[in-house]
């Protein structure tokens, strides 16, 4: 029972790894790709949309990949919306954020 329960552990292991791998790869892309706010939006939406082929684990290997590296590309865009909304709200411009 002891040895099953270790190769379940690391199967599971595993497989996050893999995840985390792939979501940040994918990511990576698109981060690399996009030019502006839109092009992530867009990236998220087409990546996003449930994927009809392939076996059930794969299509919930895609999904788990995507939700990871949406949640990474969505915090960085909240972050540069963020920024800009600070920018415009400062008196002083762009040079009382710094």
């Known amino acids: 029972m002891a040895i099953e329960q ?3 552990k690391e199967m599971v292991q595993v ?3 893999y995840i985390e791998q792939e979501s940040e790869k994918w990511a990576q892309h698109v981060l690399s790709n996009a030019k502006t706010v839109d092009d992530l939006m867009t ?3 087409e990546h996003g949309k449930v994927k009809k082929d392939g076996t059930e684990v794969e299509r ?3 999904r788990l990949i995507y939700e990871r590296g ?3 590309i969505k915090a960085l865009i909240t972050e540069i919306e963020t920024l800009a909304l600070k920018r415009a709200l400062s008196p002083k411009g762009d040079s009382a954020i710094r």
């Open 43 to 45: 990236a998220i939406w």
């Open 70 to 72: 949406a949640s990474r």
């Open 6 to 8: 270790q190769t379940n």
């Open 15 to 17: 497989i996050e790894q």
């Open 60 to 62: 919930m290997l895609h």
